[in-house]
């Protein structure tokens, strides 16, 4: 090893399975893997489950770029206007400012890993909780 590498300010991070800062939100959860301090505000990292036949957030943007990789199940993964069905595997790079959504519409639980630059997306993290316990139940299906 270099001695860059035994210089570095920060501690890796290693997280077993569902290991993070966890966000119970009824129908759908997310673990945060990194974020702020762990990655220098430079990034986030957060795992997104959801129930069979589950709405995500609902259409929106923000300046920051979201990259989704889907982990398991059928996500739906809405980009500008147009729905994509994007399966396991599935690599969706939304650019900030631009308007995205994703949903659960299969029989099946649907996880997905978000990767959002910057990293400052875990400070909104208990507001959007928050909304999404709040939110009707009869609201969260599809």
Do not use: C
């Amino acid at each position: 090893m270099s001695d860059t590498a035994d210089s570095v300010d920060r501690p890796p991070v290693v997280l077993g399975p569902g290991e993070g800062r966890v966000y119970s939100m009824g129908r759908l959860s997310a673990v945060f893997k990194a974020d702020r301090a762990e990655t220098d505000q430079r990034y986030s990292i957060s795992e997104w489950w959801l129930d069979a036949h589950t709405k995500g957030p609902g259409p929106h943007s923000h300046p920051e770029d979201d990259v989704f990789y889907v982990l398991a199940g059928t996500m739906s993964v809405m980009v500008g206007t147009e729905w994509i069905e994007a399966r396991p595997g599935a690599f969706v790079l939304v650019p900030g400012n631009m308007t995205h959504d994703f949903e659960n519409r299969g029989p099946e639980r649907a996880g997905l890993l978000n990767v959002s630059v910057p990293g400052n997306f875990e400070q909104h993290m208990p507001g959007i909780a928050k909304w999404f316990v709040e939110r009707p139940l009869a609201d969260s299906h599809i």
